[in-house]
């Protein structure tokens, strides 16, 4: 088995083989990226730990998965508390990249691999990450309108306008993805309008895939244990996929709003 770890940058990729000295940097392009995969698809039973950064990790996995290789994702406080426990305080990108081969050599038993989804997945995401964008600026907008003077307020309007357009469309977009690929599962109770759908369906490929307890905790909605010796702490629910969990959120204060139901519960 061949222990790889990627550190990923904006522009590059450093990658460290366990048990090989250096580094090697690739550029995080398409064709960096279609190098580094033929170069991985010549190891034997490559194992790939890289960091999440962003969103700049993402064609590198997507890239691997098509290729059938194996590769996992891991949380950055994971990966710096790894590298603290061996002894290395430093940081710098080929420091981090063979840090996470060896995670990759010691750890490839408790590393999960990465679930890529499918391409009607990928699109579905871009669009739920283009809503909130628009979401956000528009929020800006309203708020900019409702104190600026009559000239600016409105430039202000007419952006908030061509805002609304944009977020009509999109929606638009999100809408005919979920109609063809939501399950009645994903639809079924009260609250679980397009933006929760859109966000199960696009944010959670391993929906399916794991457990009902690995999904909680992959979501960060199941309480962390805290004890020692006699002393029980209080769970508390941590890390996670933050966008999951405010739609569950939301979608949660959408079903109780019905009268009956929310007065049952206060």
């Given at each position: 088995?061949?222990?790889?770890?990627?550190?990923?940058g904006k522009t590059n990729l450093d990658v460290a083989v366990?048990?090989?000295?250096?580094?090697?940097?690739?550029?995080?392009?398409?064709?960096?990226?279609?190098?580094?995969?033929?170069?991985?698809?010549?190891?034997?039973?490559?194992?790939?730990?890289v960091e999440a950064t962003g969103g700049y990790e993402e064609?590198?996995?997507?890239?691997?998965?098509?290729?059938?290789?194996?590769?996992?994702?891991?949380?950055?406080?994971?990966?710096?508390?790894?590298?603290?426990?061996?002894?290395?305080?430093?940081?710098?990108?080929?420091?981090?990249?063979?840090?996470?081969?060896?995670?990759?050599?010691?750890?490839?038993?408790?590393?999960?691999?990465?679930?890529?989804?499918?391409?009607?997945?990928?699109e579905l995401r871009d669009w739920l990450r283009r809503r909130?964008?628009?979401?956000?600026?528009?929020?800006?907008?309203?708020?900019?309108?409702?104190?600026?003077?009559?000239?600016?307020?409105?430039?202000?309007?007419?952006?908030?306008?061509?805002?609304?357009?944009?977020?009509?469309?999109?929606?638009?977009?999100?809408?005919?993805?979920?109609?063809?690929?939501?399950?009645?599962?994903?639809?079924?109770?009260?609250?679980?309008?397009?933006?929760?759908?859109?966000?199960?369906?696009?944010?959670?490929?391993?929906?399916?895939?794991?457990?009902?307890?690995?999904?909680?905790?992959?979501?960060?909605?199941?309480?962390?244990?805290?004890?020692?010796?006699?002393?029980?702490?209080?769970?508390?629910?941590?890390?996670?996929?933050?966008?999951?969990?405010?739609?569950?959120?939301?979608?949660?204060?959408?079903?109780?709003?019905?009268?009956?139901?929310?007065?049952?519960?206060?």
């Open positions: 088995m061949a222990a790889v770890g990627i550190g990923v366990e048990g090989r000295q250096g580094v090697t940097r690739y550029a995080n392009t398409p064709s960096g990226i279609t190098k580094l995969v033929k170069w991985l698809g010549g190891l034997e039973a490559p194992r790939i730990v064609p590198v996995l997507e890239a691997c998965c098509d290729a059938g290789l194996w590769i996992c994702r891991v949380n950055p406080r994971q990966a710096r508390n790894f590298a603290r426990a061996t002894g290395e305080l430093a940081k710098t990108d080929a420091i981090d990249a063979r840090q996470l081969a060896l995670m990759a050599r010691l750890r490839v038993d408790r590393l999960r691999p990465h679930v890529a989804p499918q391409a009607w997945q990928r909130g964008q628009i979401v956000m600026t528009l929020q800006g907008q309203k708020q900019q309108a409702a104190m600026a003077p009559s000239a600016v307020r409105t430039l202000t309007l007419r952006t908030i306008a061509a805002l609304a357009r944009e977020l009509k469309a999109v929606e638009q977009a999100i809408n005919r993805l979920i109609k063809q690929h939501a399950t009645p599962a994903v639809c079924s109770s009260k609250g679980l309008g397009p933006v929760f759908q859109a966000s199960m369906l696009a944010l959670l490929p391993e929906l399916g895939e794991l457990s009902r307890r690995e999904i909680a905790k992959l979501v960060g909605v199941a309480p962390m244990n805290r004890d020692s010796g006699q002393g029980q702490g209080k769970r508390r629910i941590h890390g996670g996929r933050a966008p999951v969990r405010v739609a569950l959120y939301m979608a949660t204060l959408s079903a109780r709003r019905p009268p009956a139901f929310s007065s049952r519960l206060i």
